[in-house]
């Protein structure tokens, strides 16, 4: 009987002890900034694995002078690799002024094209949701497919796009044969595939638009013209500058459309930041070099993120 | 009821997905690779895709025979350049990788010494051809064992080039000008790739400045690219261009001088045999009178570049003795001839024996006998100098291609095409 009654005793223990451990657990995930933190430590680790340390390892391959597979090579060399890039005639008279000509051509534009597309999108017509939809294909649409696609627009031989020139009377186009022609398309292409961005983006900017501000202002007197400039822009704003941002950054390193309509060329005509450092990085073993390409515009954007991110921050305050 | 809420369910999820982690992150990856001993090939996706299958299945075989499996990915070229940059810098990838050009001399220190197995290889086939050697073996040591040369040719319309009063292919570049001046006023120009297409334009753009007598460097390795012969050959080139190329082939892909053939766009282009294969495959009609030729003499004779195909075992590799048994299996005849046969002239053997087999189609098919030899009169990249990383990354770069194609679209003159050639190829060589 005494047994027995130990046993409980020792099991009602053991029970009260898990349930007690149970409960703390419960208060431990309970707490909502540790549950907080809980939710947000995954994309923290990916983002430190995959982009703050690649990253980080970047910057350090870029002050040596590392080859794939030779060992003799990883010394460090300070800033040679930019001096060398800063030399050479075909980083700085062509991978530069592309970079910098297909950013500046395209963010615009793209800027533009989307702010238009989210006014008509912001209002009502049939099967609106289902345009909203579809306008956002060209930027799910996996780039390197797309380029498949485009590749065959622009094809010499078989382009689509001539034979539609060729049945209105028209010459046909060297879309990719000249290094004028070439970037000209690359531009078009980027900016179609980019726009559906800004279009989206700058629809949900639009539609936080207080109505009756927009509202009060018409009862005032002011045209469609004057509301958009005095009520939407103003209010839409710092979206479409984080947008231009994000469009900037990542312009500016664009590869896939380059690399496979173009490979750079032709005549490295249409050669960017992008495609020159997977050539010298992949192509050429050039590791450290690859990295000094990739990172050589990094100071000027760092620059630009900060410069909007503080008119933004001003601007709110 | 039990009672579950919102936050019951983010706490579940989250450990969950943590698991989920672990589970698929690189470390239970390796986990799991390291039970998995298969030998692994990454190797070009061969356009005829009955080759694929056919080494699939062989291989399949010897891995059977040899007590293991065997994974083989097929990819394209960008993709095995990548796989082997990044297999080379982290030392984790495919035991075996398949590579071009000189491609064993830019990645020699990561790829494991095989001279064993190819010179075995090699005594059993009655020798390799010095191509081969140029291509895999650095310093005295065979870094990757050579396969096939992707055989190159001339291809053109009989038909159209006898309306013109030729019946036999020209022999000479300059005979080839004049004979590409009428068909173009007829209406079917030539068209060579200017482009950055890695086969073709390489093929045409070095083929005919070696022909002329030009070269990036010499036997010493001195860059001797500013040379009279290199603007014979720019001049000849940029006249052959207005005279009797097609335009646009300055944006001529790999694949852009099939298509106009196949469309009858041009009269002649060159290519490996694919566009005969594609235009039997498709009955198009104009075949029965399409052939193939050697490519043409110039003045310092009849040089032509030729990309040679090669597998090289990476030093990272547990698996170094299957992958050089593996090596051995594939290069012989029972795996090779058949295999080598399927492609219709494209794989052209590195080895002398099988060259006079009957089975292999020059030997059979008319219009394939021009491939005939190719391995004797091919250099790989360097020619004259020496195969090396800097002369690969100067194809790898399209230095040359850029300088023809420059002068071809009017975008540079020779002088300057020739002296923003020079820079880049010493800045690579420099480096």
């Given at each position: 009987m005494?047994d027995?009654s130990?046993?409980?005793?020792?099991?009602?223990?053991?029970?009260?002890d898990s349930?007690t451990?149970?409960?703390?657990?419960?208060?431990?995930?309970d707490?909502?900034?540790?549950?907080?933190?809980?939710m947000?430590?995954?994309?923290?680790?990916?983002?430190?694995?995959?982009?703050?340390y690649?990253?980080?390892?970047?910057i350090?391959l870029?002050?040596?002078?590392t080859?794939?597979?030779?060992?003799?090579t990883?010394a460090?060399i300070?800033?040679?690799?930019?001096?060398?890039l800063?030399?050479?005639?075909?980083?700085?008279?062509?991978?530069?002024?592309?970079?910098?000509?297909?950013?500046?051509?395209?963010?615009?534009m793209?800027?533009?094209?989307?702010?238009?597309?989210?006014?008509?999108l912001?209002?009502?017509?049939?099967?609106?949701?289902v345009?909203?939809?579809?306008?956002?294909?060209?930027?799910?649409?996996?780039t390197?497919?797309?380029?498949v696609?485009?590749r065959?627009l622009?094809e010499?031989?078989?382009?689509?796009?001539?034979?539609?020139?060729?049945g209105?009377?028209l010459?046909?186009?060297q879309?990719l044969?000249?290094p004028?022609?070439?970037?000209?398309?690359?531009?078009?292409?980027?900016?179609?595939?980019?726009t559906?961005?800004?279009?989206v983006?700058?629809?949900?900017a639009?539609?936080?638009?207080?109505?009756?501000?927009?509202?009060?202002a018409?009862?005032?007197?002011a045209?469609?013209?004057?509301?958009?400039?005095?009520?939407?822009?103003?209010?839409?704003?710092p979206?479409m500058?984080?947008?231009?941002?994000?469009?900037?950054v990542?312009?500016?390193?664009?590869m896939?459309i380059v690399?496979?309509?173009?490979?750079?060329?032709?005549?490295?005509?249409?050669?960017?930041?992008?495609?020159?450092?997977?050539?010298?990085?992949?192509?050429s073993?050039?590791?450290?070099?690859?990295?000094?390409?990739?990172?050589f515009?990094?100071?000027?954007l760092a620059?630009?993120?900060?410069f909007?991110?503080?008119?933004?921050?001003?601007?709110d305050? | 009821?039990?009672?579950?809420?919102?936050?019951?369910?983010?706490?579940a999820?989250?450990?969950?997905?943590?698991?989920l982690?672990a589970?698929?992150?690189?470390?239970?990856?390796?986990?799991?690779?390291?039970?998995?001993?298969?030998?692994?090939?990454?190797t070009?996706?061969?356009?005829?895709?009955?080759f694929?299958?056919s080494?699939?299945?062989?291989?399949?075989?010897?891995?059977?025979?040899?007590?293991?499996?065997?994974?083989?990915?097929?990819t394209?070229?960008?993709?095995?350049a990548?796989?082997?940059a990044t297999?080379?810098a982290?030392?984790?990838?495919p035991?075996?990788?398949?590579?071009?050009?000189?491609?064993?001399?830019?990645?020699?220190?990561?790829?494991?010494?095989?001279s064993?197995?190819?010179?075995?290889?090699g005594?059993?086939?009655?020798?390799?051809?010095?191509?081969?050697k140029?291509?895999c073996?650095?310093?005295?040591?065979?870094?990757?064992?050579?396969w096939?040369?992707?055989?190159?040719a001339?291809?053109?319309?009989?038909?159209?080039?006898?309306?013109?009063g030729?019946?036999?292919?020209?022999d000479t570049?300059?005979g080839?000008l004049?004979?590409?001046?009428k068909?173009?006023?007829?209406?079917?120009?030539?068209?060579f790739?200017?482009?950055?297409?890695?086969?073709?334009?390489?093929?045409?753009c070095?083929?005919v400045?070696w022909?002329?007598g030009g070269?990036v460097?010499?036997?010493?390795?001195?860059i001797?690219l500013?040379?009279?012969?290199?603007?014979?050959?720019?001049?000849?080139?940029?006249?052959?261009?207005?005279?009797?190329?097609?335009?646009?082939?300055?944006?001529?892909?790999?694949g852009a001088?099939?298509?106009?053939?196949?469309a009858?766009e041009?009269?002649?282009?060159?290519?490996a045999?694919?566009v005969?294969?594609?235009?039997?495959r498709?009955?198009?009609d104009?075949?029965?009178t399409?052939?193939h030729?050697?490519y043409?003499?110039?003045?310092?004779?009849r040089?032509?570049?030729?990309?040679?195909h090669?597998?090289?075992?990476l030093?990272?590799s547990?698996?170094?003795d299957?992958?050089?048994?593996?090596?051995?299996?594939?290069?012989s005849?029972?795996?090779?001839?058949p295999?080598?046969?399927?492609?219709?002239?494209?794989?052209?053997?590195l080895?002398?024996?099988?060259e006079?087999?009957?089975?292999m189609?020059?030997?059979?098919?008319?219009?394939?006998?021009?491939f005939?030899?190719?391995?004797?009169?091919?250099?790989?990249?360097?020619?004259?100098?020496?195969?090396s990383?800097?002369?690969s990354?100067?194809?790898?770069?399209?230095?040359?291609?850029?300088?023809f194609?420059?002068?071809?679209?009017?975008?540079?003159s020779i002088?300057?095409?020739?002296?923003?050639?020079?820079?880049?190829?010493?800045?690579?060589?420099?480096?």
């Open positions: 005494q027995s130990v046993s409980l005793n020792i099991m009602t223990s053991k029970i009260h349930d451990l149970l409960k703390r657990l419960n208060r431990w995930f707490h909502e900034q540790r549950l907080g933190y809980l947000v430590a995954p994309a923290l680790i990916v983002l430190l694995l995959l982009v703050a690649p990253f980080i390892l970047s350090g870029s002050f040596t002078d080859r794939i597979a030779q060992e003799s990883g460090f300070g800033l040679e690799n930019y001096a060398k800063w030399d050479r005639t075909l980083f700085r008279d062509k991978v530069m002024i592309n970079t910098l000509i297909y950013t500046v051509g395209a963010v615009p793209k800027l533009v094209l989307g702010l238009g597309m989210a006014i008509l912001n209002r009502r017509f049939p099967l609106r949701g345009i909203r939809g579809l306008i956002l294909i060209p930027w799910v649409v996996p390197s497919l797309s380029m696609i485009f065959w622009f010499p031989t078989l382009s689509v796009l001539n034979y539609m020139l060729a209105i009377g010459e046909s186009v879309w044969g000249t004028q022609n070439a970037i000209f398309s690359v531009l078009m292409v980027n900016i179609w595939r980019g559906p961005f800004f279009a983006v700058l629809l949900a639009l539609q936080s638009v207080p109505k009756d501000q927009l509202e009060a018409e009862i005032d007197g045209n469609i013209w004057h509301r958009f400039q005095h009520v939407t822009i103003p209010t839409i704003f979206v500058v984080v947008a231009t941002l994000f469009s900037v990542r312009t500016f390193a664009e896939e690399w496979v309509l173009t490979r750079g060329g032709p005549f490295n005509g249409t050669h960017m930041i992008g495609t020159y450092a997977y050539q010298q990085a992949i192509q073993a050039k590791i450290g070099e690859g990295a000094a390409v990739s990172l515009f990094f100071p000027f620059a630009i993120v900060f909007q991110l503080w008119y933004l921050q001003r601007r305050a | 009821m039990v009672k579950y809420s919102r936050r019951d369910f983010l706490k999820s989250s450990l969950s997905l943590a698991g982690a589970g698929l992150s690189p470390l239970g990856q390796l986990a799991l690779h390291a039970q998995d001993g298969n030998l692994s090939l990454q070009w996706g061969h356009f005829i895709s009955s694929n299958d080494l699939t299945s062989l291989s399949n075989s010897w891995a059977t025979g040899a007590g293991t499996g065997i994974d083989i990915n097929f394209g070229f960008d993709g095995l990548d796989t082997l297999a080379a982290t030392g984790a990838g035991d075996l990788i398949m590579m071009l050009h000189a491609r064993p001399h830019q990645y020699a220190e990561a790829l494991a010494d095989v064993d197995v190819v010179e075995e290889v005594e059993v086939n009655g020798g390799w051809y010095d191509i081969a140029e291509a073996m650095v310093d005295g040591v065979w870094r990757a064992m050579p096939f040369l992707a055989a190159h001339m291809i053109y319309r009989e038909d159209q080039f006898a309306e013109v030729y019946d036999a292919f020209p570049w300059e080839l004049e004979a590409g001046t068909l173009k006023a007829m209406g079917a120009p030539l068209g790739s200017t482009g950055r297409a890695d086969g073709d334009a390489n093929n045409f070095f083929s400045l022909s002329f070269g460097t010499d036997a010493d390795n001195v001797i500013d040379s009279p012969e290199t603007r014979a050959a720019l001049e000849f080139t940029q006249q052959l261009y207005n005279d009797a190329m097609t335009e646009s082939t300055t944006s001529w892909d790999d001088n099939n298509r106009a053939f196949l009858g041009v009269s002649c282009t060159n290519n045999s694919s005969l294969w594609a235009g039997r498709d009955q198009i104009f075949m029965a399409t052939n030729a050697q043409p003499a110039g003045p310092a004779g040089v032509q570049y030729s990309q040679v090669s597998v090289g075992v030093g990272s547990e698996n170094i299957a992958a050089k048994d593996y090596l051995r299996y594939i290069n005849e029972e795996v090779w001839l295999m080598g046969v399927q492609t219709t002239a494209f794989n052209y053997p080895f002398h024996n099988f006079d087999n009957p089975a189609p020059w030997n059979f098919d008319a219009k394939l006998s021009a005939k030899g190719l391995a004797e009169t091919g250099h790989t990249v360097g020619y004259p100098g020496k195969p990383a800097a002369a990354e100067v194809t790898s770069s399209f230095v040359i291609t850029d300088m194609g420059s002068v071809c679209a009017g975008a540079a002088d300057d095409a020739i002296a923003t050639a020079v820079e880049q190829i010493e800045d690579i060589y420099n480096s």
